[in-house]
């Protein structure tokens, strides 16, 4: 890659740019150019070369902003377009019957990442917005996936510094590893006021064509109600999201969810 | 920007690498420079660099695609999510209306570019994807968006070769002007068979801040349907989308609607 005078690399400059449209709020060149932390002449030449391939568009007061081009092209990731449209029946499903979010996620580094979510009126304060992250140990979505990750990543989750969202937010790096060890064990996860006191989250895991967790499925429903009554509606939409992604569904996940009920799988 | 031997610029080979993901399905090193027309080494050297930002993921097989990082940041596009979060609910309402696809696109060139659609189980025949474009000349909300667009954008459209895609699709200039026309004086936009002879199209215009049509908001509905009755149930939600991007509006769409059936409007 070619560099500038201060070793950075075109594409790095192009990443800093992006990154700068962090709230999605237009910005003039210069505005841009502080956020960038680049000089005026260079985020001035680096945006007309963005305006050219419409990873930039200019807004009609002139002020530049990310451009619909780049988002047709990141649409084909996978992860991002690919999973929302399998999971997108199954979750309108769910949402029939919650009446209040539901969500989907992936995990990355030690944050979930919103791709889509569905929401009723009158529903719950929920502070997930797709496209937008949360720190791993907050949410239930999170805590899914991160109990069904590799030990390593495991392990990167609980040697960072947690942030306490609230009161009831898991900051404790050993009842974080018993959350995990509990979420493993019964095959979801359910986060009570973590995010927000009024909100309670429960998440279940969505399997990819190698039987690896690939995804968070999860409901925010009001705290007072009982979240766990949402488990077999999430459990079953996600082994239908699952089986569209390709996974080879061995064993009924359901099993897990009546086993401790004693109930016959 | 920085220029290859050849004279492309890193931001022109970064584009042809991304574009490459046509499909959206993974691919290897020497597929992707097969596709991109860049020399094994460039690509191998390029997708270090995006995977390194990413822009690129490997799956688990080790293959490339396109990474959720990207999509993160082309997500805060104002005419991709900002867009979409107006329009979601009032999407959602028509399609409990309407039990067919419901999609919102914006005009990129002479082309539609569709930014989400819900749809129904055993919902009509639909081409449209989300992230994908169709022709704005055989699709009803690039009908809407062409004939409320700049006459410079017009002729653009009108100067174009006009593919059909069905015997219905039109394809003569003229008539397609008429049809604009037709299109400004009722206010919305029906496309009868166009895309394909089973599926109908009505497209209203959405508004943006400055009064500018920035999106189509459209119903896919059975030809053999009536597709008339759902135009009212189209305006109304494309009022609640304009009135959420900051549109001013002054008379009521609707009026254009009951007028020529001489119904107070």
């Known amino acids: 890659m070619a560099n500038s005078p201060t070793g950075d690399s075109v594409l790095d400059r192009v990443v800093r740019v992006l990154e700068s449209f962090g709230d999605g709020a237009p910005l003039t060149v210069s505005q841009l150019a502080r956020r960038a932390g680049l000089p005026v002449a260079t985020a001035h030449r680096l945006a007309v070369a963005l305006l050219a391939h419409g990873f930039l568009e200019r807004d009609p007061d002139g002020r530049l902003r990310v451009g619909v081009r780049l988002w047709e092209l990141a649409a084909r990731a996978p992860r991002a377009l690919g999973l929302r449209e399998a999971a997108m029946p199954y979750m309108e499903d769910v949402q029939a019957v919650t009446r209040q979010h539901v969500q989907l996620s992936v995990l990355e580094g030690d944050e979930v990442l919103f791709i889509e979510r569905l929401s009723a009126r009158n529903a719950v304060v929920n502070l997930s917005q797709i496209g937008r992250r949360l720190p791993a140990h907050v949410s239930s979505s999170g805590l899914v996936m991160v109990a069904f990750a590799s030990p390593e990543r495991q392990e990167q989750v609980l040697a960072r510094p947690m942030t306490a969202y609230t009161a009831h937010t898991i900051v404790d790096p050993d009842r974080l590893r018993r959350a995990l060890a509990e979420v493993r064990r019964v095959g979801y996860a359910v986060s009570v006021g973590a995010v927000h006191l ?43 999201i ?17 086993a401790p009920h004693g109930q016959p799988a």
Chains 1, 2 share one sequence.
């Open 198 to 240: 009024d909100a309670t989250g429960i998440a279940v895991p969505v399997y990819g064509p190698g039987n690896e967790v690939v995804a968070g499925l999860a409901v925010v429903v009001p705290s007072n109600a009982q979240p766990r009554q949402h488990v077999s509606a999430l459990l079953a939409a996600a082994r239908g």
């Open 242 to 258: 699952s089986r569209t992604l390709g996974a080879q569904l061995a064993a009924p996940p359901a099993e897990r969810l009546s």
